[in-house]
Every structure is written in C-alpha cells, then in structure tokens.
C-alpha cells in the first residue's frame, strides 16, 4: 500500500500565500504523476494542478498564474505553492499520485485525506 500525507493547509486573509505538501510512502517502484484536486462544498472535484515525473505541468485554469506544483523526487513529495488567494480558493484540497510499485508497467493511483483550505475575504 501507499499512504499519502498532506500538510499546510490552514486560514488565510485573501491576498495571502500558503504552502501545501504531500509526501508518499510505502510500497513505491517509482512515482509518475503527481498533482492535486479540490473540492468546495456543493462542487465537484476538480484540478488544481498536475506534475509528471517528465516535468510537464497542467492546471487549472483558475489557477494559472497564482499556484505553483513542484516535487522532490527523491523524497516523493509534492508541493503546491499557493499566492495571491482568493476566497473562491476555499476548499479542501486533496493530494493524489499515480505509481508503479514494481517492475510491471502497472499503475495505482492513490488520493490523501485532504486538508482544508480557507481564504477569509
């Protein structure tokens, strides 16, 4: 199995910055993409941004030009660098990755718990 551990969400005035992270661990071969989603009350989940273990990036197009998704191979974890927050950035944020947990072209995909996001205006 795979655990996934998300840290640094919290309450920020709009205008402000936050840091996520999400370390993966456990039955890990090597790690292929890796991003994260969120889900506001009464909405689906959707793409906050994507990372793939090439280097290419995808995200969402509300997101575009505030967030930043970075990664640390060789600790299997995520960051997503969050500036100029808006309230409409309230809501809970969920790390995901995409493995291979051995030689077998096999993929899983694996989802944290979430940690809350909340943006005061």
């Known amino acids: 199995q795979v655990q996934l551990v998300e840290s640094g969400g919290g309450l920020v005035q709009a205008g402000g910055s936050l840091r996520l992270s999400c370390v993966a661990s456990?039955?890990?071969?090597?790690?292929?993409?890796m991003g994260w989603y969120r889900q506001a009350p009464g909405k689906q989940r959707e793409l906050v941004a994507a990372?793939?273990?090439?280097?290419?990036?995808n995200y969402g197009d509300s997101v575009k030009g505030r967030f930043t998704i970075s990664r640390d191979n060789a600790k299997n974890t995520v960051y997503l660098q969050m500036n100029s927050l808006k309230p409409e950035d309230t809501a809970v944020y969920y790390c995901?990755?995409?493995?291979?947990?051995?030689?077998?072209?096999?993929?899983?995909?694996?989802w944290g718990q979430g940690t809350q996001v909340t943006v005061s205006s």
């Open positions: 995901n990755v995409v493995v291979r947990r051995s030689w077998s072209a096999r993929e899983y995909d694996y």
């Open positions: 456990g039955s890990i071969f090597s790690v292929n993409a």
């Open positions: 990372l793939t273990s090439g280097g290419s990036t």
